[in-house]
Each structure stands twice: as C-alpha cells, then as structure tokens.
C-alpha cells in the first residue's frame, strides 16, 4: 500500500503541475481527492488493515493529502494570475497610436452659394423668406395674373397633388417657381418690402443634362415708393459684382470653364460685373425684361462660354404688375416695385464649371467632395 501511495502522489503532483487551466484543475482535484477519488478510496481502505500497520498508514496518507491540496492551491494562483495577465495585455491600449480618421461632412456646393446669395443681399437690407414646396394652385398662378390657359399649368410641367381643390386656393400642386411667396409675404407684411426667397421649385421635365424634376431659383420683391427698374439695375449689379467678385468667384470658373487655362490666364474681371436689360414677358410683371450681365471670362469680347455675344442670360425680372399687388393687398397708386428670379442652380453650375445639373442630386461622393 506504501508503494501504492508513493505512486499516487508522483502521478498527482505531475497532473497538477500540466492542469493549465481552473477546469483542467478541478478535474485532477476530483481524481485524486473527489468523493471517489484515488487517494479518498485509499484512506477509506485504512480501516479495514491490521490494527498496528493503521497509525502509520493514516499519517502518511494525511501527508499527502496536504502535499496535494497545497500543490492545487499553488496551482490554482499561478493560473489565475495568468489569466489577469491576459485579461491586461487582451486590454492594452497605445495610446501613443495615431487616431482613426474621422470624417466630416461639408455643406453642399448649392447650400453654400444660397448662403452667399443670402449674406449678400441681407448687406442690403432684404429679409430672407420662405414658403410651402406644396403650394396652392391659387398662389402659384392666379396669384401672379397667370391666366388658366397658361401653358405652365399643363400636366406635362406641373406636378400636380390628389387633393380635393379648395374654392379659393384650387388644387395643391409643387411649386413651380419660387414667385408665389410674393404674394404671401406681401399678404403678411404690407408695404413697403425688400426680401428675398431662395428654394427648391419643381417641373415635370424628362431629366437631362440640363433639365431636374427639382432645381432651386432665388426670388426677389423689393416694393416702395417711387422704385423703378433703376433701382433693380444697380442692386443686380452690386449683387453679382459681390458675389464673383470674391476669391471662389470669377477666378474659380474662369480655371474650371477654361479648361486648361489656369486662372490667373484667363484673367478674371475684377472691375464691376456690368447688367443689361432686354425686354421679356412673364404675367406677374409689366414691362417685363430680361437680365443679362457681362461675362465673366471675356470682359465683354466674345467667348466660347458667352456664345460670342459677351454677355450671360441671368434672370427674368420686371416691374410687379398692378394686379399682383392688389393680391397680396397693396395699394398700386401709393407702392410699386419690382421683382426678380434667378435659377440657384444655374448659378452654381456656371460658377464652377458643372455641365451635367443631374450631379447637384445625385449624392455622388467622388463629385460633392470636390467643393
Ligand atoms: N418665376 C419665373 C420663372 O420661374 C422667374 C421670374 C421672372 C421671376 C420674372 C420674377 C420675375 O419675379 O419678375 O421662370
């Protein structure tokens, strides 16, 4: 039995030493020392021998049961402070590591020319106005002396919305221009008014390089006493004078609409943008005209970007007609005034060189993050 034990011990002590893990641990302590285990049915056995040989035999027996437990306690701390220490380096972390990139969004190019536009003509003293995307047929044309049998209220360029019509205010269509906030704010305010109105219009259009569903126009209305179209010559050209005037202005298309010439050869204007009128017909104004100013590449000679003519198509104005004063409850003998608007998204695909409008809404990463 002597010889059994020693055995025992050499086997578990070697057991103990291998167990690399707490569950491997348990395993040999259940073995050796578990209810059934080697040593415990060994000690059990005690019992049953002569009287004389019982004392030495429960002696040893306890010596290495001791022997054991102490080497599973050894044991048992080297694996748990193995595992703290995998537990900290699993955790560790360089701080000394450059960060992970983290990337930023930036304002979109036609966001960014609409805050320009606004900032400027705020300097002059207009209001910045807003009004409904879905509009009442009422506003859109009635409103702005645009008779039923206007062409733009045809299906094909109207998007019209199933809606019951309202006496007044017809059907709800989408705005097909920005004009119809004209009437609203002379409604709200009265005269006199300066103010202008950028926002999203939309027109059923077949989509092409130069045709959107959805484009962005700038309105303006400015109403007072004594105005004339004087007043509106020299506001436009102060405005767009301003507006490319500025470091991303007309030398940031003349680079981009040159092609290979670098901006400072194609010699951006930097004295005044010059305005011109040409007569023009829209129902809401009388007379109604034209703007065109000079272009931005030639300085008036004749290019390929002005048609040769020196001068750039920019909006549609005129003065407000008497009767769309009277809808928006202005007495025409004591105000006039003029209005204008502009496509926003020309603008910004003039400034900048863009040739296929379809990009400005096509959240094409690989073309916004080049403004
Ligand atoms: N609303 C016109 C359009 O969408 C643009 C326009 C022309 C606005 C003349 C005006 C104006 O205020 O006076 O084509």
């Known amino acids: 039995m002597q010889e059994l034990l020693g055995k025992i011990k050499t086997q578990a002590l070697a057991e103990i030493e291998k167990a690399a893990s707490a569950e491997a641990l348990y395993q040999v302590q259940v073995k050796y020392l578990g209810r059934k285990g080697e040593l415990t049915l060994l000690m059990q056995g005690i019992a049953d021998l002569p009287k004389e040989e019982k004392p030495a035999m429960g002696r040893m027996c306890n010596e290495i049961k001791q022997a054991l437990e102490e080497a599973f306690a050894r044991q048992q701390e080297q694996i748990d402070s193995a595992d703290i220490q995998k537990k900290l380096s699993d955790a560790w972390v360089d701080v000394t590591a450059p960060g992970a990139k983290y990337n930023i969004g930036h304002i979109h190019p036609l966001s960014q020319v609409q805050y320009e536009v606004e900032q400027i003509f705020s300097d002059m003293g207009f209001a910045i106005m807003d009004g409904p995307e879905a509009e009442s047929e009422y506003y859109n044309f009635e409103g702005l002396n645009i008779p039923s049998w206007h062409p733009?209220?045809?299906?094909?360029?109207?998007?019209?919305?199933?809606?019951?019509?309202?006496?007044?205010?017809?059907?709800?269509?989408?705005?097909?221009?920005?004009?119809?906030?004209?009437?609203?704010?002379?409604?709200?305010?009265?005269?006199?008014?300066?103010?202008?109105?950028?926002?999203?219009?939309?027109?059923?259009?077949?989509?092409?390089?130069?045709?959107?569903?959805?484009?962005?126009?700038?309105?303006?209305?400015?109403?007072?006493?004594?105005?004339?179209?004087?007043?509106?010559?020299?506001?436009?050209?102060?405005?767009?004078?301003?507006?490319?005037?500025?470091?991303?202005?007309?030398?940031?298309?003349?680079?981009?609409?040159?092609?290979?010439?670098?901006?400072?050869?194609?010699?951006?204007?930097?004295?005044?943008?010059?305005?011109?009128?040409?007569?023009?017909?829209?129902?809401?104004?009388?007379?109604?005209?034209?703007?065109?100013?000079?272009?931005?590449?030639?300085?008036?000679?004749?290019?390929?970007?002005?048609?040769?003519?020196?001068?750039?198509?920019?909006?549609?104005?005129?003065?407000?007609?008497?009767?769309?004063?009277?809808?928006?409850?202005?007495?025409?003998?004591?105000?006039?005034?003029?209005?204008?608007?502009?496509?926003?998204?020309?603008?910004?695909?003039?400034?900048?060189?863009?040739?296929?409008?379809?990009?400005?809404?096509?959240?094409?990463?690989?073309?916004?993050?080049?403004?």
Not at 279 to 296: A, H, I, R, T
Not at 303 to 315: A, D
Not at 330 to 353: H, N, P
Request: charged share 25%.
């Open 152 to 371: 733009a209220r045809d299906m094909q360029d109207t998007f019209f919305l199933k809606q019951t019509p309202d006496k007044k205010h017809g059907r709800l269509v989408l705005r097909t221009q920005t004009s119809p906030v004209q009437v609203r704010t002379m409604e709200k305010y009265g005269a006199p008014l300066r103010i202008i109105v950028p926002g999203r219009v939309f027109r059923n259009e077949a989509t092409d390089a130069s045709h959107e569903h959805t484009f962005s126009q700038v309105e303006g209305l400015l109403v007072d006493r004594d105005i004339s179209l004087a007043h509106l010559k020299g506001v436009m050209r102060e405005f767009l004078t301003r507006l490319f005037g500025r470091a991303h202005g007309a030398s940031a298309m003349a680079e981009r609409t040159s092609g290979s010439a670098s901006a400072s050869e194609a010699e951006p204007i930097n004295k005044g943008i010059r305005v011109r009128f040409r007569p023009g017909y829209f129902p809401f104004v009388e007379p109604g005209v034209e703007l065109d100013m000079s272009c931005l590449l030639c300085n008036e000679t004749g290019c390929r970007v002005c048609k040769h003519t020196g001068w750039l198509e920019f909006m549609g104005a005129g003065m407000v007609h008497p009767n769309v004063l009277k809808a928006g409850g202005i007495d025409s003998k004591k105000y006039q005034g003029w209005a204008f608007g502009f496509g926003l998204t020309r603008l910004v695909m003039m400034r900048y060189g863009i040739d296929d409008i379809r990009l400005l809404s096509s959240g094409d990463l690989r073309f916004l993050e080049q403004f």
